[in-house]
């Protein structure tokens, strides 16, 4: 059965580091464009970055730029977000999701028939 799980959420002083993972079971990314999308109560689910199996170009939101680093190791079929500096407006579940075709491209937002998304993982930056 394909599915998506997140983990590496918690709590941390800003300022701080946390590497959030994406692992894959049931079938491979290497078909797949990957992002990580976060969500915080009463507000829509925002994009914060996308990672192309095609060529593996990333794209990231104005937001994280330069904080965060999204990756992809094929061997455990597994996607990274490093998150760095992290600040208080970081606070948010973080989700990740793919899609085909194996790229991103804006507004890229995973839908049926091939879309899938994982059940998320907190994450909480102290304030």
């Known amino acids: 059965q394909a599915q998506l799980v997140e983990s590496g959420g918690g709590l941390v002083q800003p300022g701080g580091s946390l590497r959030l993972s994406c692992a894959a079971s049931?079938?491979?990314?290497?078909?797949?464009?990957i992002g990580w999308f976060r969500q915080v109560p009463g507000k829509e689910r925002e994009g914060v970055s996308c990672?192309?199996?095609?060529?593996?170009?990333?794209s990231y939101a104005d937001s994280v730029k330069g904080r965060f680093t999204i990756t992809k190791d094929n061997a455990k079929n597994t996607v990274y977000l490093q998150m760095n500096n992290l600040k208080p407006e970081d606070t948010a579940v973080y989700y990740c999701?793919?899609?085909?075709?194996?790229?991103?491209?804006?507004?890229?937002?995973?839908?049926?028939?091939?879309?899938?998304w994982g059940q998320g993982t907190q994450v909480t930056i102290l304030s």
């Open positions: 990672i192309s199996s095609s060529d593996g170009s990333t």
């Open positions: 049931g079938f491979t990314l290497d078909y797949y464009a």
């Open positions: 999701a793919v899609d085909s075709p194996p790229y991103c491209y804006k507004d890229w937002y995973p839908r049926p028939p091939f879309g899938s």
